[in-house]
T-cell receptor, first 112, second 113 residues
């Protein structure tokens, strides 16, 4: 079956540090991959996506590359800001089964 | 313009009561969803509707009943509320089934006392 595994949090970083949040997936077909961000008290917002192998999604300084050989979609940012403090969800969308699968979320806190 | 809206944003009620949460999307999407998010931020899909028809109905107590009067609305009615129903409920929509991204509403925080 399909599933998404994210690194456990919480993650605490100092401002301007490098961020990596690991995400690996299991899929029977050729899924699309997503990162969502949830700021405190808000709903989830799409951060970036990739629809096929080797695609790189990017937005607001965040990047993630769809790696089929390692079944990974790790989220990276070169220099985090306090405003990046949020919960980040990796997700997979299955074209065949018409289902969406979310990881468990990783809480990030950036301290000044 | 709000894409996916939910009302109310907060709902505090007593055990045994019946309550409804409303959701509307103005994106012209065909598919809508209800998710439950627990205190540890874990997201669990509850229902999915496509063009007003139920597509996904995960293992959810039958006290929860979704209603889709048209494809822009998906309401959630909960009977005989229990303490364990306390959570944040999110509505979402997508252009269709499959590999489309989902757009989320702001959430409804339900507290059962």
């Amino acid at each position: 079956g399909n599933s998404v595994t994210q690194m456990e949090g919480p993650v605490t970083l100092s401002e301007e540090a490098f961020l990596t949040i690991n995400c690996t997936y299991t899929a029977t077909g050729y899924p699309s991959l997503f990162w969502y961000v949830q700021y405190p008290g808000e709903g989830l917002q799409l951060l970036l996506k990739a629809t096929k192998a080797d695609d790189k999604g990017s937005n607001k300084g965040f990047e993630a590359t769809y790696r089929k050989e390692t079944t990974s979609f790790h989220l990276e940012k070169g220099s985090v800001q306090v405003s990046d403090s949020a919960v980040y969800f990796c997700a997979l969308s299955d074209r065949i089964g018409n289902q969406f699968y979310f990881g468990t979320g990783t809480s990030l806190t950036v301290i000044p | 313009d709000t894409a996916v809206s939910q009302t109310p944003k907060y709902l505090v009620t007593q055990m045994g009561n019946d309550k409804s949460i409303k959701c509307e999307q103005n994106l012209g999407h065909d598919t809508m969803y209800w998710y439950k998010q627990d205190s540890k931020k874990f997201l669990k899909i509850m229902f999915s509707y496509n063009n007003k028809e139920l597509i996904i109905n995960e293992t959810v107590p039958n006290r929860f009943s979704p209603k889709s009067p048209d494809k822009a609305h998906l309401n959630l009615h909960i009977n005989s509320l229990e303490l364990g129903d306390s959570a944040v409920y999110f509505c979402a929509s997508s252009p269709g089934q499959g590999a489309y991204e989902q757009y989320f509403g702001p959430g409804t925080r339900l507290t059962v006392t």
